[in-house]
């Protein structure tokens, strides 16, 4: 997608990322998975460099999914707990 918009002057492009961005905070499960995303966002970096300015990217991060719907679970664990006083 990235090479695409380049080959048809996009000027900004939006990497389809929402979850971990270049970063990897998350379960070593999903290494694998980390890695093929990152390669999107490294082709916008390089293909950004490249152009000297015709084109850019933007990057959206909001975390793993699966890190947050864990974190929400357990929220509503503890909030069960202190209701039934457990």
Not at 19 to 27: E, H, L, P, R, V
Not at 46 to 60: D, H, L, P, Q, Y
Request: charged residues 30%; aromatic residues 12%.
């Amino acid at each position: 997608m990235v090479d695409a918009s380049v080959a048809a002057g996009v000027k900004r492009f939006i990497v389809d990322d929402f979850g971990w961005g270049m970063t990897s905070k998350s379960f070593e499960e999903f290494a694998g998975v980390h890695e093929v995303r990152k390669a999107g966002w490294e082709r916008a970096r390089v293909r950004a460099e490249e152009s000297k300015g015709a084109f850019s990217w933007t990057g959206i991060s909001i975390g793993n999914p699966v890190d947050w719907v864990c974190y929400f679970l357990s929220l509503k664990r503890e909030a069960s707990r202190e209701k039934h006083g457990v």
